[in-house]
């Protein structure tokens, strides 16, 4: 069965440091999106991107946060100057259309020193 | 904005025992679903519900979605102890381009 993946599972970087997550998206999916979760907290969203363009974000999604999908394959996550408050688990996830449920990645556990 | 409220938050069973999740939203929605999460692991996608009165069931889970009172349940039938783990219901804002999740339900079933 098709899979989202995403990497690295698991990222440690110095506060003030520039990170990017990657996700590769199931290939037929037309929206995606990331979510982070705190331990053992709640899933909160973060952004969705459909058609090249963001159409949704949260609070949380400000000016350090953005997402590209360069290549029509991937799509990443990149956090300009991550914050201690930044440590979390961040999914990745893709949808077929508006109705189907979410198929969520394995995640990547960031940790900021 | 929406609220996706999940009681209870902690569950401890006895197996074989019978016991109900409900998922309470505070915006009109009739795209609901749920997900099962294991400890450090990512969220499994359980049950689609698209429409008032749906009721889905898959072995000893079965969820149903009531639009009108904004509410979903999760049944759990004589439950065992691979049924341990956190139960998550999400809400779709049709056109927001997003679930909204409930904090979760840890569900612990003992022997």
């Known amino acids: 069965e098709p899979e989202v993946t995403q990497t690295p599972s698991h990222q440690v970087t110095q506060m003030g440091q520039e990170v990017i997550l990657r996700c590769v998206p199931i290939?037929?999916?037309?929206?995606f999106y990331w979510y982070r979760q705190i331990l053992g907290q709640k899933v909160e969203f973060l952004v969705s991107f459909y058609n090249n363009e963001i159409s949704e974000k949260s609070e949380i999604f400000d000016d350090q946060f953005s997402v590209e999908r360069p290549d029509g394959s991937n799509f990443t996550l990149k956090i300009r100057s991550t914050k201690l408050e930044d440590s979390a688990m961040y999914f990745c996830a893709s949808r077929l259309q508006g109705n189907s449920p979410l198929h969520f990645g394995n995640g990547t556990r960031l940790t900021v020193t | 904005e929406l609220k996706v409220e999940q009681n209870p938050l902690f569950l401890s069973m006895q197996e074989e025992k019978n016991y109900t999740i409900y998922c309470n939203y505070s915006?009109?929605?009739?795209?609901l679903y749920w997900y099962r999460q294991d400890p450090g692991k990512s969220l499994e996608s359980l049950f689609v519900l698209l429409s008032n009165g749906a009721v889905k069931q898959e072995g000893r889970l079965m969820a149903s979605l009531d639009t009108k009172a904004r509410l979903s349940t999760l049944h759990i039938t004589a439950a065992v102890h691979d049924l341990s783990a956190t139960y998550f219901c999400?809400?779709?804002?049709?056109?927001?381009?997003?679930?909204?999740f409930g904090q979760g339900t840890r569900l612990t079933i003992n022997p």
């Open positions: 290939s037929n999916h037309l929206y």
């Open positions: 999400a809400v779709d804002i049709g056109g927001a381009q997003k679930l909204v």
């Open positions: 915006t009109t929605s009739d795209r």
